[in-house]
């Protein structure tokens, strides 16, 4: 029996399986039958005894785990959650009942407050799991923990389930629910784990069963014969021997250059991006200056930030991204009312037109830190849908002094007329997660939409194309800083469509690297032929596939 | 009167850049539960527990704000200066 699903990266793993156990259903809503005073004490020792036993899994695991599961032992433990505990067992709710509500309670209340404490209320919700457990007598629901390595089988996997996760004993991710962009796949990238995400039926495979994982095909092969499993254990093992391809720039088999670029979000990540052979940043996302604000930083702090990031790359690329606000990271002081659409709002370039001087606030701090510095700094402006709006970006990014003025390609409005965009700036970067969401109108946070969200879909893929056109035509670089710039085979077909340069996630810089080396140009663009001739994502996919596999893997 | 000094408050506003979310919530906290005696938060008419999370997080204290410390019982003075010259340090500085 096979599964077919999106892969993460090219990996090929096998191994054993073991699944994310459910979560527990909602505890029934029944007045209690042992009387208040022997509920209040059961739920004082389910609490008590929670909040010990992760803070002896927290001295256990150290580092940031610790911080992350000492913040939820507090919260077991917290007087004002017991205090409401306690009230609702004296209104007349049993233990588990009381215990449910009272977390949901506070969890609703943090995930109202948005940000960093919107997330907090992940840990409420498993601190919640973790009580009602114990007080029910069942078993914890939550992160397989074996002393081997295993396959882990998941609907989808939560940030605070990934803090907890063991990487060293997980072999590969095998999730029923998301996307290319979904947790899970950001995470199987940044840690280069083999993955394979929106596998619908990969929760019916039992736990133990052996299975093949091969991302590049998209494939989990359940239970293989022992002539599958020695094929597999060969081509794992023949993979490892590949001398690995050493760090360098960017290029094809033919020689031509393609810039890799590391996508940032803080100045702490630089020198692990050029370790890793980033030529430079092709996304500096700026929200992190902003986020937990209730005003926008001064121009001294962002300076000061710029100043420290560029600093890291000197002589080297450095595109900056405006703020992006709105849709999935709104903040207080731009994105104020609430929207039915908020992917369709006000948000990007349209907020920072709104507040006007943020954004020149912004513009100024990074041409302050881009005199101070040898950097090359590009500066772009985030969901800009329209001609109008690239003119009045640039004009206001070169009177603060800013010598290359680009455009973020987000929205189909903006490729369809990319000729007439890129006339007026200097460069384009596509963001192929929104560019996706947008012209498949499936919303990228909705999990029921979630297999609409692939990059490889061709009508997508055209787009790129017309981006890809204009830039060549113009004389304009193109690049790619999107999810679909990790994903090796798709990063060749980018190219063949005309992107110059990719910017990841620092960790699938080698993955890519290794990959671009084996086509020429001529390759690539008969790849990205192939796709746009498919009929889906599917079929764009497992067509490029075969046309790589062909002369290449028969060594 | 001599000995009867048991009730102490406090009013500061709020140094961290970023209010009292998240780390600084938790330092305060800690050092609120590590008092001994009962500690009060208060902003505007709402009062919690100063040694709970959760209470301390719900209030929603963001830079600037002002806010009450109240304590009661032995130390209770002493308690309060602790506390208080914790809130006004800017934790995200460090």
Same mark, same amino acid.
């Given at each position: 029996?096979?599964?077919?699903?999106?892969?993460?990266?090219? *990996?090929?793993?096998?191994?054993?399986?073991?699944?994310? $156990?459910?979560?527990?259903?909602?505890?029934?809503?029944?007045?209690?039958?042992?009387?208040?005073?022997?509920?209040?004490?059961?739920?004082?020792?389910?609490?008590?005894?929670?909040?010990?036993?992760?803070?002896?899994? *927290?001295?256990?695991?150290?580092?940031?785990?610790?911080?992350?599961?000492? +913040?939820?032992?507090?919260?077991?433990?917290?007087?004002?959650?017991?205090?409401?505990?306690?009230?609702?067992?004296?209104?007349?709710?049993?233990?588990?009942?009381?215990?449910?509500?009272?977390?949901?309670?506070?969890?609703?209340?943090?995930?109202?407050?948005?940000?960093?404490?919107?997330?907090?209320?992940?840990?409420?919700?498993?601190?919640?799991?973790?009580?009602?457990?114990? /007080?029910?007598?069942?078993?914890?629901?939550?992160?397989?923990?074996?002393?081997?390595?295993?396959? /882990?089988?998941?609907?989808?996997?939560?940030?605070?389930?990934?803090?907890?996760?063991?990487?060293?004993?997980?072999?590969?991710?095998?999730?029923?629910?998301?996307?290319?962009?979904?947790?899970?796949?950001?995470?199987?990238?940044?840690?280069?784990?083999?993955?394979?995400?929106?596998?619908?039926?990969?929760?019916?495979?039992?736990?133990?069963?052996?299975?093949?994982?091969?991302?590049?095909?998209?494939?989990?092969?359940?239970?293989?014969?022992?002539?599958?499993?020695?094929?597999?254990?060969?081509?794992?093992?023949?993979?490892?021997?590949?001398?690995?391809? $050493?760090?360098?720039?960017?290029?094809?088999?033919?020689?031509?250059?393609?810039?890799?670029?590391?996508?940032?979000?803080?100045?702490?990540?630089?020198?692990?991006?050029?370790?890793?052979?980033?030529?430079?940043?092709?996304?500096?996302?700026?929200?992190?200056?902003?986020?937990?604000?209730?005003?926008?930083?001064?121009? +001294?702090?962002?300076?000061?930030?710029?100043?420290?990031?560029?600093?890291?790359?000197?002589?080297?690329?450095?595109?900056?991204?405006?703020?992006?606000?709105?849709?999935?990271?709104?903040?207080?002081?731009?994105?104020?009312?609430?929207?039915?659409? $908020?992917?369709?709002?006000?948000?990007?370039?349209?907020?920072?037109?709104?507040?006007?001087?943020?954004?020149?606030?912004? /513009?100024?701090?990074?041409?302050?830190?881009?005199?101070?510095?040898?950097?090359?700094?590009?500066?772009?402006?985030?969901?800009?849908?329209?001609?109008?709006?690239?003119?009045?970006?640039?004009?206001?990014?070169?009177?603060?002094?800013?010598?290359?003025?680009?455009?973020?390609?987000?929205?189909?409005?903006?490729?369809?007329?990319?000729?007439?965009?890129?006339?007026?700036?200097?460069?384009?970067?596509?963001?192929?997660?929104?560019?996706?969401?947008?012209?498949?109108?499936?919303?990228?946070?909705?999990?029921?939409?979630?297999?609409?969200?692939?990059?490889?879909?061709?009508?997508?893929?055209?787009?790129?194309?017309?981006?890809?056109?204009?830039?060549?035509?113009?004389?304009?670089?193109?690049?790619?800083?999107?999810?679909?710039?990790?994903?090796?085979?798709?990063?060749?077909?980018?190219?063949?469509?005309?992107?110059?340069? /990719?910017?990841?996630?620092?960790?699938?810089?080698?993955?890519?690297?290794?990959?671009?080396?084996?086509?020429?140009?001529?390759?690539?663009?008969?790849? +990205?032929?192939?796709?746009?001739?498919?009929?889906?994502?599917?079929?764009?996919?497992?067509?490029?596939?075969?046309?790589?596999?062909?002369?290449?893997?028969?060594? | 009167?001599?000995?009867?000094?048991?009730?102490?408050?406090?009013?500061?506003?709020?140094?961290?850049?970023?209010?009292?979310?998240?780390?600084?919530?938790?330092?305060?906290?800690?050092?609120?539960?590590?008092?001994?005696?009962?500690?009060?938060?208060?902003?505007?008419?709402?009062?919690? =527990?100063?040694?709970?999370?959760?209470?301390?997080?719900?209030?929603?204290?963001?830079?600037?704000?002002?806010?009450?410390?109240?304590?009661?019982?032995? =130390?209770?003075?002493?308690?309060?200066?602790?506390?208080?010259?914790?809130?006004?340090?800017?934790?995200?500085?460090?």
């Amino acid at each position: 029996m096979e599964l077919r699903g999106i892969g993460i990266g090219r *990996g090929l793993a096998l191994g054993p399986v073991l699944r994310m $156990p459910e979560p527990l259903p909602e505890p029934a809503d029944v007045p209690s039958t042992l009387g208040a005073d022997a509920e209040k004490e059961r739920a004082t020792a389910a609490l008590a005894s929670t909040a010990a036993l992760i803070r002896l899994r *927290g001295e256990r695991a150290g580092g940031t785990a610790k911080d992350v599961l000492d +913040a939820q032992s507090f919260m077991a433990e917290d007087p004002t959650l017991s205090e409401d505990v306690t009230a609702r067992i004296e209104s007349g709710k049993t233990a588990e009942r009381a215990v449910f509500e009272a977390f949901a309670s506070f969890r609703d209340l943090l995930s109202g407050m948005g940000g960093y404490m919107g997330e907090r209320a992940v840990d409420l919700d498993d601190v919640s799991q973790r009580v009602v457990a114990n /007080l029910e007598g069942v078993a914890v629901p939550g992160v397989p923990d074996p002393d081997y390595p295993f396959v /882990l089988f998941a609907r989808d996997l939560a940030p605070a389930d990934t803090a907890l996760l063991n990487l060293d004993k997980i072999i590969a991710l095998v999730t029923s629910d998301g996307g290319p962009t979904s947790h899970t796949a950001i995470l199987a990238r940044e840690k280069s784990i083999v993955a394979i995400v929106g596998a619908p039926d990969a929760l019916t495979v039992d736990d133990g069963t052996v299975v093949i994982v091969d991302a590049a095909a998209g494939l989990v092969t359940i239970d293989p014969d022992e002539e599958a499993l020695a094929a597999t254990r060969a081509r794992i093992a023949e993979r490892a021997a590949e001398v690995a391809v $050493p760090v360098g720039p960017g290029a094809l088999a033919d020689g031509t250059a393609v810039p890799l670029l590391a996508n940032l979000g803080s100045a702490k990540g630089a020198a692990e991006a050029v370790e890793l052979g980033a030529e430079g940043v092709g996304l500096f996302r700026t929200e992190f200056l902003f986020l937990d604000a209730t005003t926008a930083p001064t121009v +001294a702090e962002q300076q000061k930030h710029y100043t420290r990031l560029l600093e890291a790359f000197p002589g080297r690329k450095v595109v900056v991204r405006a703020l992006d606000a709105g849709a999935d990271k709104p903040l207080n002081f731009l994105n104020a009312a609430t929207e039915e659409n $908020p992917a369709l709002g006000l948000r990007g370039l349209r907020a920072l037109r709104a507040n006007e001087q943020i954004l020149r606030d912004q /513009l100024t701090a990074l041409a302050a830190a881009d005199a101070a510095t040898e950097a090359d700094v590009w500066v772009m402006a985030p969901m800009v849908s329209t001609v109008e709006e690239t003119r009045y970006f640039t004009r206001i990014a070169r009177e603060v002094g800013l010598k290359t003025v680009g455009v973020m390609v987000e929205v189909p409005s903006s490729a369809l007329l990319a000729d007439r965009i890129l006339a007026e700036a200097d460069f384009a970067s596509i963001g192929t997660n929104d560019l996706t969401q947008y012209t498949l109108a499936a919303d990228r946070l909705l999990g029921s939409v979630a297999a609409f969200q692939d990059p490889w879909h061709p009508a997508v893929l055209r787009l790129v194309g017309e981006v890809g056109r204009a830039g060549q035509t113009l004389g304009k670089p193109v690049g790619i800083c999107g999810e679909a710039a990790a994903d090796p085979l798709l990063a060749v077909v980018l190219v063949g469509l005309g992107a110059t340069s /990719l910017s990841m996630s620092p960790a699938a810089l080698a993955g890519v690297r290794a990959e671009l080396l084996r086509y020429t140009l001529a390759q690539a663009q008969e790849f +990205a032929e192939l796709a746009l001739a498919a009929n889906s994502a599917d079929e764009a996919r497992a067509a490029v596939f075969a046309a790589s596999n062909a002369p290449q893997l028969h060594q | 009167m001599m000995q009867g000094v048991l009730v102490a408050e406090q009013t500061i506003r709020i140094a961290s850049a970023h209010g009292l979310h998240a780390r600084p919530a938790s330092i305060f906290t800690q050092a609120a539960g590590a008092a001994g005696i009962p500690v009060h938060l208060a902003k505007g008419a709402r009062s919690v =527990n100063a040694a709970s999370i959760l209470g301390v997080i719900s209030l929603g204290i963001d830079h600037d704000d002002e806010v009450t410390v109240s304590a009661e019982g032995e =130390n209770a003075q002493q308690v309060v200066d602790e506390l208080v010259a914790l809130l006004s340090t800017d934790f995200d500085e460090k």
